[in-house]
């Protein structure tokens, strides 16, 4: 007789022997350009880290001192007794720094998009999608009544098609990523705002890899490519660049930030972020203020890591963004090569479907301004032995 559970374990079964069974490696240190695994200090090439702040004392400190004075946490939403002064103050400093009208924050970016498309549009709206889009858009979008298209990754002639087709709708919506979080490849914002403008339609941007050191005071792609005022929503995290905790805002018009407090679900009931989170994303802000050079080490490290893996023979994405997926293709080959990697003191992990597309498995790298020269020299040594290793093994 057929049992639920016997069902998920064949399915569990069949994760396994497809090589994409996820393990979750433990740390047993703060997260760092170097952290501890099974007793062990390997360097550290896949985490969202990207200007080290993770750990940076600036952070802790000033998440201390809040834990301290505004206590341990909300145990509410923002509407009915959840929301403090320094929830104001992070929400006008966003603002200032992204050069937008008003911020809205949620517990993270994933609640920011889920929350955000549902509110804006209904069944007389259409919302056209790129089809590398965050799983968290794919879910905000599936959430909404909006006619949905999806165009193909930064092809901007399926773009304009899906537009055209879509002209008779009330709102029209564009959402892409600032940064294709698995490629590594920028959305071309200059041509969408521009196809934008021509069809009346309404940008959205997830900047989740770009705020913090994208552009040239690190405040994301709508920076980069010159286009702030045209741009109408971004969505982001402060569980990246800007401190690496947890939570997400939503940044735009003033309009549709208020709609949003009226309105988002998954802030009208989700708990007030913790306020020791939004004192060190404060800190975040004023290091990017103040730090340029952090900005200029992860380029540097992003730019030599390119370099010397191409010369080594790797196969690399091509770009200039800190994620740097080195291609391996068979799922199982990328698991085997990030295990190899760790015993080499270089902890990365293995990106398979269905997080990429089957037959493009991966290992994903990712700088840090924490990293050093040296650190960026032992991991493409790291990367030579470990190929080596598997050519032995296989051979």
Not at 18 to 36: I, T
Not at 128 to 150: M, P, T, V, W, Y
Not at 280 to 296: G, H, I, K, N, Y
Request: aromatic residues 6%.
């Amino acid at each position: 007789m057929y049992t639920i559970a016997e069902g998920l374990r064949a399915e569990l079964d069949e994760i396994r022997a497809a090589g994409l069974y996820k393990d979750e490696r433990v740390l047993e240190s703060p997260q760092s350009a170097r952290v501890g695994v099974a007793d062990a200090e390997v360097l550290n090439f896949c985490a969202n880290n990207y200007l080290g702040l993770a750990d940076h004392p600036a952070l802790l400190g000033a998440a201390e001192q809040a834990l301290s004075k505004w206590g341990f946490g909300m145990a509410s939403v923002r509407f009915i007794c959840g929301t403090q002064a320094p929830h104001k103050e992070l929400e006008r400093r966003l603002s200032q720094f992204l050069g937008t009208d008003d911020t809205i924050l949620y517990s993270s970016c994933f609640d920011a998009n889920g929350g955000l498309f549902e509110t804006l549009l209904d069944e007389r709206d259409a919302v056209i999608s790129d089809e590398l889009n965050h799983a968290s858009i794919i879910d905000g979008i599936r959430l909404c009544k909006a006619r949905r298209g999806r165009y193909r990754n930064r092809d901007m002639a399926d773009l304009e098609r899906l537009l055209q087709e879509n002209a008779d709708a009330r709102r029209k919506l564009i959402v892409t990523d600032g940064v294709f979080s698995m490629d590594g490849y920028l959305a071309p914002l200059d041509e969408i705002c521009a196809l934008a403008e021509k069809y009346q339609a309404l940008v959205v941007v997830d900047d989740s890899h770009a705020v913090g050191f994208t552009g040239p005071n690190g405040a994301g792609t709508p920076e980069l490519f010159g286009v702030t005022d045209k741009v109408d929503v971004v969505t982001g995290t402060l569980g990246k660049a800007l401190g690496g905790a947890s939570g997400g805002y939503v940044s735009g018009r003033a309009e549709i930030v208020e709609l949003l407090r009226q309105r988002s679900r998954p802030y009208l009931f989700s708990n007030s972020l913790a306020p020791s989170i939004v004192a060190a994303s404060l800190a975040a802000l004023d290091l990017v203020a103040s730090q340029p050079e952090l900005r200029q080490q992860l380029q540097d490290n992003s730019e030599l890591f390119r370099r010397r893996m191409t010369e080594e023979g790797f196969d690399l994405l091509p770009g200039e963004h800190p994620i740097i997926p080195v291609m391996i293709g068979d799922a199982a080959e990328a698991a085997r090569m990030a295990d190899l990697l760790l015993a080499e003191g270089v902890y990365v992990i293995g990106f398979s479907y269905p997080v990429v597309p089957k037959g493009k498995a991966r290992i994903r790298t990712q700088m840090s301004a924490a990293h050093t020269a040296a650190d960026v020299e032992r991991a493409v040594a790291a990367f030579v032995a470990a190929r080596a290793r598997m050519v032995s093994i296989d051979g």
